[in-house]
């Protein structure tokens, strides 16, 4: 975790007889979880964390079949990864954490919110996979199910050194702090959990018409992959008086990553907000 790596500590749980594996930053701190999207793991989060440690007490799960938390022939999920961090929230007995997810984490932490809000103070969603309507299919989800398989086929057939390199091309403006544990993940993960691509976006507007805690919504430009469109978004902040949202033109899906300090600042900004 860059320079606070000295302060991570690891542990697992056990959700639903699934082992979980997680990193923490320090003791006793106001609590923060992060949930990391499809593919990637809870060390992905690394510069995030270093920023906020010294104010909070900063969580990464690896979500299961990610990291080094339990994979293989299990059940994969929105509902049981949802019922997996509200699992996290209580056996490590935290106060109502702020939650921040990326993408599927997003799509978690949403429906943490709606499904078990008493557990979570606020959520902010980077990126969640809720697509415009246009977009609930089941030939779009074959396609991007397609999409991942061919990406896992190719990642498999570099070595560590090649998927790092592969990173800086595809992503030449992420900073060397997120390309390593990027290229590192996308090893990282088990094959099955693909197919869990349809449960991530399906009923999402049913779930936010559920969820009543505060929320930051952070989304980027289409153009550049982002998920969230600002019709989205704007339905969104009309529907709940107690959420925001801010628009990052320079990102894409990868919001954090493509537009780092932007993101941290929002991140920082928020969650003083919340914890006033």
């Known amino acids: 975790m860059n320079e606070s790596s000295e ?3 690891y542990g697992n749980i056990e959700s639903d007889g699934i082992k979980l594996h997680y990193a923490r930053t320090s003791l006793g701190l106001r609590p923060v979880v992060f949930l990391h999207g499809m593919t990637d793991n809870g060390s992905i989060w690394g510069q995030l ?6 104010k909070y007490d900063i969580f990464l799960p690896d979500a299961r079949g990610h990291g080094l938390s339990q994979g293989g022939d ?3 999920s929105l509902t049981a990864m949802t019922d997996d961090a509200a699992n996290f929230i209580r056996l490590l007995e935290l106060d109502r954490p702020v ?3 990326h993408s599927m984490g997003a799509s978690v932490a949403g429906n943490l919110a709606a499904e078990y809000p008493n557990l979570v103070r606020a959520i902010i969603l980077i990126d969640p996979t809720w697509y415009d309507a ?3 299919t089941a030939e779009f989800a074959r396609q991007v199910i397609s999409e991942f398989e061919k990406a896992y086929e190719e990642y498999h057939q570099l070595s560590g050194i090649e998927m790092i390199e592969y990173a800086k091309r595809h992503h030449p403006n992420w900073s060397e702090s997120d390309i390593l544990p990027w290229a590192k993940s996308k090893q990282q993960y088990d094959r099955r959990i693909i197919g869990m691509i349809p449960t991530l976006a399906e009923n999402w507007p049913q779930i936010t018409s559920r969820i009543n805690i505060p929320a930051l919504i952070m989304t980027g430009d289409p153009q550049k992959g982002s998920i969230v469109s ?7 902040l009309m529907k709940h008086s107690n959420w925001e949202s801010i628009y990052f033109e320079d990102a894409g899906h990868n919001i954090q990553r493509d537009q780092f300090e932007k993101s941290r600042d929002a991140i920082v900004k928020y969650l003083a907000e ?3």
């Open 7 to 9: 302060k991570l500590y």
């Open 49 to 54: 964390a270093a920023a906020l440690y010294q």
């Open 74 to 76: 299990i059940e994969y």
């Open 99 to 101: 939650v921040i997810g």
């Open 134 to 136: 246009e977009y609930l």
């Open 230 to 236: 600002q019709k989205v978004s704007e339905e969104l």
């Open 274 to 276: 919340i914890y006033s």
